[in-house]
């Protein structure tokens, strides 16, 4: 498993929670370091093991924690230049969908070790889209619960209305039925391309942090 998914679970709950709420998720996981290193390896296992722990102390479902874990990728102010990142997909939440296809290719870019699933959009009636994950194994399962959370925090940045369905796929796809009810329903958050976005440095949420 790649670090960048463990440290950002970690940076999660640590800007969400605290610091006492993360060292209790830590210490029930039995984790030897509490801290995770962004560029490293580890075991695949370990992230379920967290978020088994994370589901405790938390008092959510897995699901919930997957799907807020999205939204503070998007919205947290230590993730402005991820989200900088992601306005740059379009002008409109609808173009923002279009370029979705591709974000597996750009993590690859910034990350070359890291594997996200394929990602499938289909316009299926004007302003109705489908999104197939192409998930491969388990640590990519619960991917469409992350990015639905992404998906929802994008639409309020760009002001969009939207209606999110997650389904089961074919196979170990996992799918998200998506309706944009509005492309301007608010007016969202201000975005300048020419701004230099503030936030951690790059290597990953919470990479600026001792």
Known sequence: ????????????????????????????????????EAMLDYESQLIGQ????????LGKSRAAILEDIGTYLMAHPHNERLRRLMRYGGEDFID???????????????????DLPPLELTETAPRRFTL?????GPTNR?????LAGVLRAMADDYGALVLLELEEGPGEAEVIQIAVIETAYSEGRAFDLGAHGAGRQPGGPGAGRK
Not at 132 to 136: G, T
Not at 142 to 146: A, K, L
């Open 1 to 36: 498993m790649h670090g960048l998914v463990a440290r950002t679970l970690q940076c999660f709950v640590q800007d969400t929670y605290g610091q006492d709420c993360w060292q209790n998720v830590a210490d029930a996981a039995h984790l030897d370091l509490p801290e995770f």
């Open 50 to 57: 967290i978020l088994t722990r994370a589901e405790v102390e």
């Open 96 to 114: 923002f969908l279009h370029s979705l296809e591709e974000l597996p290719g750009r993590a690859r870019l910034a990350v070359p070790d890291l």
């Open 132 to 136: 197939v994950c192409r998930c491969k």
């Open 142 to 146: 619960g991917y469409s619960r992350v």
